[in-house]
């Protein structure tokens, strides 16, 4: 008989559930007029966004059935890479989400299509040995640390679907306190206890530019920003 996970695995489990969930509900609960505003990605609509998420959840699929032998090359933080220069929207698989996006046309079909691979996405995450090695992008790392990545990642799509829709509902506080938590990692320092954990990571990532009130707040931190990841 297999060991049980170790608690703080199961806990990243739990929370890559809960950002994922909370990430597909607020999807599901937009009106077909808000896909056509802004996200808060540069040069993508909202349903460019949520076209996105279905290529994020087939990523998780593909990535939770393909199994490493290896050592781990990289952890939760190392997994990201950070650019030296901000997504223009012009890339070659960034324009292709935008195709595909148009290509729904009813963005209800959308809304089912992400919660049809999204929800397989989530059950597959939930079945999955946290510490299993698994392999993505060349690299090979613990079933745990993709999940803690990926809580990021729905964290900051999920601040980027909301941009431009404030009635929408917000990232679960766990999850945004875990994701400037990772994210301070990245850096290498911590954020002002000034910023709230929005704030830390719009700013951190850039996605806001800091106030002269942030920018004198951070210091040493501020050459460091911001983070472009990818």
Do not use: N
Request: overall charge negative; charged content about 20%.
């Amino acid at each position: 008989m297999s060991a049980a996970p170790a608690p703080h695995y199961r806990a990243e489990v739990d929370l890559f559930s809960r950002s994922w969930t909370a990430l597909r509900a607020a999807v599901a609960a937009l009106r077909d007029k808000d896909f056509a505003q802004p996200s808060g990605c540069t040069g993508w609509l909202v349903r460019d966004l949520a076209c996105h998420l279905v290529i994020d959840a087939q990523d998780v699929l593909i990535t939770l059935a393909t199994p490493a032998g290896t050592e781990p090359t990289v952890d939760a933080v190392t997994y990201w890479h950070v650019a030296d220069r901000p997504p223009t929207g012009a890339d070659p698989l960034d324009a292709l989400t935008v195709r595909l996006a148009a290509a729904y046309e009813d963005p209800r079909l959308l809304q089912f299509h992400l919660d049809d691979v999204g929800s397989a996405a989530g059950r597959a995450a939930a079945l999955a040995d946290p510490g299993a090695r698994v392999s993505t992008r060349d690299e090979v790392l613990t079933v745990g640390d993709y999940l803690t990545a990926y809580v990021l990642e729905w964290t900051l799509h999920h601040l980027d679907l909301t941009a431009s829709l404030p009635d929408a509902a917000k990232p679960p506080t766990e999850g945004l306190a875990r994701s400037r938590a990772l994210l301070e990692r990245i850096a290498g320092a911590a954020f002002p206890a000034s910023f709230t954990d929005e704030d830390a990571l719009l700013v951190g990532t850039g996605r806001r530019t800091p106030t002269a009130g942030e920018q004198a707040e951070l210091g040493d931190l501020a050459a460091k920003l911001p983070l472009f990841l990818g």
